[in-house]
């Protein structure tokens, strides 16, 4: 999704689900992973790398990286969270 009045440069990947917010700029050869966000009149210069899921709220210098924090593991497995969750229904075994 590429918000008004947006630009993005030469050589860019913008993979599934990304976002680029209005008046936004993504400078040349930047990667932006899936889910990745870029801010309302945010500037990235060149080469920038987003990870999956990485929002960027502040304009960046070339050549900066952005990575989000994976999801925490949760203590459970499936089988004891659709137990005691009551989503037992689903049909998981």
Do not use: P, Q, Y
């Not at 918000?3 to 990947?13: E, F, I, K, Q, Y």
């Not at 050869?29 to 502040?58: N, P």
């Amino acid at each position: 999704m590429i918000g008004h009045h947006a630009r993005v440069d030469d050589h860019c990947w913008l993979a599934a689900e990304s976002v680029v917010g209005g008046n936004a700029v993504v400078g040349e050869r930047c990667f932006l992973g899936l889910g990745a966000a870029i801010g309302h009149d945010v500037t990235l210069g060149a080469d920038c790398l987003l990870g999956a899921g990485a929002t960027v709220t502040k304009s960046a210098r070339s050549g900066s990286v952005f990575i989000g924090r994976d999801t925490e593991l949760f203590r459970l497995d499936s089988k004891h969270f659709m137990k005691i969750t009551k989503m037992g229904g689903l049909g998981l075994k």
